[in-house]
């Protein structure tokens, strides 16, 4: 194991290891869907409400605001934990397995929640030691769109005045104690789209007689895939994939209808923007090529993440300071963040810290059934978010 060093915010994010258990657990066993994290969100007033020199305020239904002014002059810095779960059915069995039917922590809110409660514990004891101003939005709905950080920029003056943001993200992908930052493009636009082939409907004794929207959806689905390899430098980075593809009824007939859905990621705002297009072109050629027509819906979500270099650079020096040896670089992710929306106001940078132990079983992939966490890593959150606060918060 590697030996971390030995710094003010490690030894004090340790010692709250059994307070953030606590907390990530009972989260964990009460989850609640984006928008309506009533119990959650009150919960965590309620946990934040014990600790001195907080203002605490609720800048929309389900999410909450911890504020607390320093003791010496500085940047005002705005740490960002989300608080939704899944709509997934939990499939673990230990003691703090989700109590919500069909509703789970699969993603590791619970642990972001909990370390940015234990950041707020530990500025809250020391406010003579911080500059500036510290906010801690404890964000609803990031799993859903439109998504509660676009609410909060667009709808609240959550963001006036912030002069820097930075949040994390758990990754079951790294192993415990790993922090992973990257300046630049870091998280990719998850964009979606849905298609419905209409053809004739007929028995399926007699396809001639038919227009099949299945044999056409299934040409689509292959020619999709001709996107990225013929139509998009090697370069760049793009994903489309089929997702969902739902037709028929039984076995002898031939539906009228095929619904298809699907992603398209991307991190360059042209390409994200000739993206429907270059669908829409193999799609209408498909269909209009067997005597069917189509609609097609695309429907554009997050913004890419992309770090601002000198935040990203600045936490890769704090990571350095507090983890050593397990600071890494981050390979960006095709995958999606609303913590994008944050940036629109204000520099900032998004960074991993790693959550898998395949002795403890919390390697499995975001968004399983079985996903968990090895609760060390809580520690190694809060160390960083900790010391992000201190530093960021300096004058410039």
């Given at each position: 194991m590697t030996t971390l060093p030995r710094t003010t915010s490690g030894e004090r994010a340790a010692a709250l290891l059994p307070q953030l258990t606590a907390w990530r657990r009972h989260l964990h066993a009460n989850p609640e869907l984006g928008f309506h994290e009533h119990q959650t969100s009150a919960y965590i007033a309620a946990e934040l409400a014990?600790?001195?020199?907080?203002?605490?305020?609720?800048?929309?239904?389900?999410s909450v605001l911890a504020v607390l002014k320093g003791g010496k002059p500085g940047q005002t810095v705005l740490l960002r934990a989300d608080i939704d779960a899944l709509p997934i059915t939990e499939e673990n069995s230990f003691e703090f397995v989700s109590q919500n039917k069909g509703v789970m922590h699969a993603c590791g809110h619970d642990g972001h929640t909990s370390m940015l409660l234990g950041v707020a514990k530990l500025l809250s004891e020391s406010p003579e030691e911080v500059n500036g101003e510290i906010r801690m939005i404890f964000q609803h709905a990031e799993e859903i769109g439109p998504g509660g950080a676009e609410?909060?920029?667009?709808?609240?003056?959550?963001?006036?005045?912030?002069?820097?943001?930075t949040g994390l993200h758990l990754a079951s992908q790294l192993p415990t104690g790993v922090v992973a930052v990257k300046p630049g493009a870091f998280m990719a636009a998850p964009d979606s789209f849905q298609i419905t082939i209409r053809g004739k409907g007929g028995h399926a004794a007699h396809p001639e007689q038919a227009i099949d929207p299945i044999a056409i959806g299934a040409q689509v689905v292959t020619n999709l895939q001709h996107i990225v390899s013929r139509n998009v430098s090697a370069i760049d980075n793009l994903v489309v994939s089929v997702t969902y593809f739902q037709a028929g009824t039984t076995h002898n007939v031939i539906p009228d209808t095929a619904e298809l859905m699907g992603t398209v990621r991307s991190f360059d705002p042209e390409l994200r923007a000739r993206a429907p297009g270059l669908l829409e072109r193999v799609i209408k050629g498909v269909a209009e090529a067997?005597?069917?027509?189509?609609?097609?819906?695309?429907?554009?979500?997050?913004?890419?993440?992309?770090?601002?270099?000198?935040?990203?650079?600045?936490?890769?020096?704090?990571?350095?300071?507090?983890?050593?040896?397990?600071?890494?670089?981050?390979?960006?992710?095709?995958?999606?963040?609303d913590f994008s929306a944050y940036l629109t106001k204000a520099p900032g940078a998004y960074f991993n810290v790693g959550s898998g132990n395949e002795l403890l079983e919390s390697d499995y992939p975001h968004h399983h059934p079985r996903f968990t966490l090895d609760e060390e890593s809580l520690v190694t959150g809060v160390r960083m978010l900790h010391a992000a606060a201190l530093e960021l918060g300096k004058p410039s």
């Open positions: 014990k600790f001195p020199h907080l203002t605490v305020t609720r800048p929309s239904e389900t609410e909060l920029v667009q709808s609240t003056s959550l963001m006036d005045g912030v002069d820097v943001v067997h005597g069917a027509t189509y609609t097609f819906q695309y429907d554009m979500g997050y913004r890419p993440l992309i770090n601002t270099d000198w935040v990203a650079n600045k936490l890769m020096e704090i990571a350095k300071a507090e983890v050593g040896e397990n600071a890494q670089l981050a390979q960006p992710s095709m995958g999606g963040e």
